[in-house]
């Protein structure tokens, strides 16, 4: 069964209070574990998630910003918004 953002919001809130671990409050409640785990620990692996970014076709000629961290290389064209860069540096696991 799926269930909205509200109503796994509401499962949290309710599991939280419970003093459970998140294991046993599935169990008692119907609810698959290992899903409500990986629910409890949405925010972090939200952190890791892939980011889509909307893409542009690059010129030979046209300037770009290149962003680089380890092996990874973002070329970005000059004019892409604040927004866009940012949402790119970040998902390089860099803070702004």
């Known amino acids: ?3 909205s953002e509200e109503e796994k ?5 309710a599991w ?8 046993a409050y599935a ?3 119907g609810l698959i574990p ?3 785990e990986r629910w ?11 980011v889509q970014i ?6 030979v000629n046209q300037a770009v910003i290149i962003v680089e961290k380890g092996d990874i290389k973002i070329h970005i064209p000059l004019g892409t918004s604040s927004s866009e ?12």
């Open 85 to 96: 860069l940012r949402t790119a540096i970040e998902c390089l696991g860099v803070s702004l």
């Open 9 to 13: 919001a509401e499962w949290l809130k």
């Open 1 to 3: 069964m799926k269930y």
């Open 16 to 23: 939280q209070k419970s003093g459970k671990s998140a294991w």
């Open 40 to 50: 409890a620990n949405g925010k972090t692996k939200k952190k890791n998630s892939f």
């Open 54 to 59: 909307r893409s542009k076709v690059i010129t």
């Open 34 to 36: 290992q899903t409500f």
């Open 27 to 29: 169990k008692e409640n």
